[in-house]
């Protein structure tokens, strides 16, 4: 028997891909239609959280952060039988991960944090990615149950914690790029470009596919040999501004990329390749 708490787009998509699976699961949420809708795909819906949680030796959770799940487990202590598997799939801080592990080890449970890059549809569909690091004999246990989870299990080693942390710098990555999209479409329309120009430039020239490559560049740390000089990107970072102040339209991420490189421009790093701007990060 399992019980999954937080019945979210995403929690409930979870739910029913175990409900079709032919799994047993106890649901709860709290507002409560949320977790009575599964009821009609086969869920059991509580109103107690506690109550939820009553023979199930494994615990699935999605909420929002770590206030709430740490306000949710402690109201289904009670319910919980000892020794009962509680995986989080919440995307948390850091230190909460690991200050979570510990202490439910120290009440006699298992606590495992894996965190996923999985949308409604991904869950649904068994997935995606799925990350989990620490105790890797824990790992090893609920590597089954995980697997019908997700299309991709990533485990990070034996750091507590970890895998809270790939979590976030990925979701900064997403919002990063979601930004980045924001700003090309604010420059298409200062100069009169249809975005629908813009998926036809990158349905052909797809810069996320290298992504790992320019990671790659970078962790190397050499910026002797550049590609793009930090004052030629400098030079068409100012023909981008100079158009959106034309066009009247507000850039997000650029004014800030375009602060760093003068900065570095000033330290003497023109003629380097521009990616020199993540110097002191590496």
Do not use: C
Not at 75 to 100: K, N, P, W, Y
Not at 222 to 239: H, I
Not at 269 to 278: F, K, P, R, Y
């Amino acid at each position: 028997m399992k019980a999954f708490l937080g019945m979210g787009l995403l929690g409930s998509n979870f739910v029913k891909a175990m409900l079709r699976k032919g799994e047993q699961v106890q649901v709860w949420n709290r507002t409560a239609s949320k977790a009575e809708a599964l009821v009609v795909d086969g869920a059991r819906a509580f109103a107690d959280v506690a109550d939820a949680v009553k023979g199930a030796n494994t615990v699935h959770i999605t909420l929002k952060d770590d206030a709430t799940v740490n306000e949710v487990l402690a109201a289904a202590l009670s319910g919980l039988a000892a020794g009962t598997i509680i995986i989080d799939h919440t995307t948390t801080s850091v230190e909460g991960a690991v200050e979570r592990t510990a202490n439910w080890k120290s009440k006699g449970f298992i606590y495992l944090h894996a965190p996923v890059f999985m949308g409604p549809p991904n869950a649904l569909e068994s997935t995606g990615s799925m990350l989990v690091s620490g105790d890797q004999e824990v790992i090893a246990r609920v590597e089954p149950e995980l697997s019908k989870m997700t299309g991709k299990l990533l485990n990070f080693g034996t750091e507590e914690g970890k895998a809270a942390g790939i979590k976030l710098i990925g979701n900064l990555f997403l919002i990063s790029m979601t930004a980045g999209l924001s700003d090309a479409l604010a420059l298409a329309k200062a100069l009169s470009i249809d975005s629908a120009d813009i998926s036809t430039l990158f349905a052909s020239w797809n810069p996320g596919a290298g992504a790992p490559a320019r990671l790659d560049k970078l962790r190397a740390g050499d910026f002797s040999k550049p590609s793009w000089e930090l004052d030629m990107a400098r030079k068409d970072a100012g023909l981008m501004m100079n158009a959106a102040n034309k066009g009247d339209v507000k850039l997000t991420v650029l004014p800030a990329v375009v602060a760093e490189m003068d900065n570095w421009i000033e330290k003497g790093h023109g003629s380097d390749d521009w990616s020199v701007i993540a110097k002191d990060n590496l």
